[in-house]
């Protein structure tokens, strides 16, 4: 057969709801998005001026756009489809919870940053505080609503030297991503009290940690990892 020679990517055009769209008189901006299980878009979108004022939008695969009602809306910063249901994971910095498409709370979860979905929509792995300023990783089972620490740095290094810290100087890199087969976390820190993001992997199963990239002044911009679905072996 003859290979198409056509090899430009299908690229489709989505309209950004009005209220969403950056002008001078209106500096917004869109500050997380993601696809639901059915293909939607949904996004959040929020005022430059303090960040607070969101909007929440979901827009279908034909156009259609529909907005979560004001409370329902402030202050969230990410919304976080599950992977195998059809309700959403609301973050708003500290605070998640549960709601359900149209934003109504359907559970509430405990204090996290960059929380993260299990690939079976059953867990939830997020960075927590305990004794402050120690803190950690945690993974949460919603049904049982029992807490697994993973990591927690040790209570005898409290100091800029601790091992790890996904919460630290004012880090917005320490992103979550779990393996398709739920047994490990790759996460971005800082490490040793750096201000740069390093890579790690977790195994939840033995509890340990492996040091991927280290935390460089080059890797500033590290953090986001995302484990790919597709299995290379």
Same mark, same amino acid.
């Given at each position: 057969?003859? /290979?198409s020679?056509n090899?430009d990517?299908?690229?489709?055009?989505? !309209?950004? /709801?009005?209220?969403?769209?950056?002008?001078?008189?209106n500096?917004?901006?869109?500050?997380?998005?993601?696809?639901t299980? $059915?293909?939607?878009?949904i996004?959040?979108?929020s005022?430059l001026?303090?960040? &607070? #004022?969101?909007e929440?939008w %979901?827009?279908? /695969?034909?156009? &259609?756009?529909?907005i979560?009602?004001?409370?329902?809306?402030k202050?969230v910063v990410r %919304?976080?489809?599950?992977?195998v +249901?059809? %309700?959403?994971l609301v973050n708003?910095?500290?605070?998640?919870y549960i709601?359900?498409?149209?934003g109504n709370? %359907?559970k509430?979860?405990?204090?996290?940053?960059?929380?993260?979905?299990s690939?079976?929509g059953?867990?939830?792995?997020?960075f927590?505080?305990?004794?402050?300023?120690r803190n950690g990783?945690?993974?949460?089972?919603? !049904? #049982?609503e029992?807490? $697994?620490?993973?990591?927690?740095q040790?209570?005898e290094n409290?100091?800029?030297?601790?091992?790890?810290?996904?919460?630290?100087?004012? &880090?917005?890199?320490?992103?979550?991503?779990?393996?398709?087969?739920? &047994?490990?976390?790759v996460f971005?820190a800082? $490490?040793?009290?750096?201000s740069n993001?390093a890579?790690?992997l977790?195994?939840?199963?033995?509890?340990?940690?492996?040091?991927?990239?280290p935390?460089? +002044?080059?890797?500033?911009q590290?953090?986001?990892?995302v484990?790919s679905q597709?299995?290379?072996?």
């Amino acid at each position: 057969p003859t /290979p198409s020679s056509n090899l430009d990517p299908v690229i489709r055009k989505i !309209e950004l /709801p009005k209220s969403c769209r950056w002008t001078d008189q209106n500096p917004r901006y869109v500050k997380s998005i993601a696809w639901t299980r $059915h293909q939607s878009l949904i996004l959040v979108c929020s005022d430059l001026q303090d960040g &607070n #004022n969101a909007e929440v939008w %979901i827009i279908s /695969p034909d156009g &259609n756009q529909s907005i979560w009602d004001e409370q329902q809306s402030k202050d969230v910063v990410r %919304i976080l489809p599950s992977p195998v +249901e059809d %309700i959403f994971l609301v973050n708003s910095e500290y605070v998640n919870y549960i709601s359900d498409q149209q934003g109504n709370r %359907i559970k509430n979860l405990p204090d996290g940053r960059f929380p993260s979905w299990s690939p079976d929509g059953t867990k939830i792995a997020y960075f927590m505080i305990k004794d402050s300023p120690r803190n950690g990783l945690v993974i949460y089972d919603i !049904e #049982n609503e029992e807490e $697994h620490w993973i990591y927690i740095q040790p209570k005898e290094n409290l100091g800029p030297e601790a091992f790890i810290c996904g919460i630290c100087c004012s &880090n917005d890199k320490g992103k979550i991503s779990w393996s398709p087969d739920g &047994n490990k976390l790759v996460f971005s820190a800082t $490490h040793m009290g750096s201000s740069n993001a390093a890579l790690f992997l977790i195994d939840i199963n033995t509890e340990d940690i492996t040091y991927l990239i280290p935390s460089l +002044e080059l890797l500033d911009q590290l953090g986001s990892p995302v484990w790919s679905q597709i299995d290379y072996r």
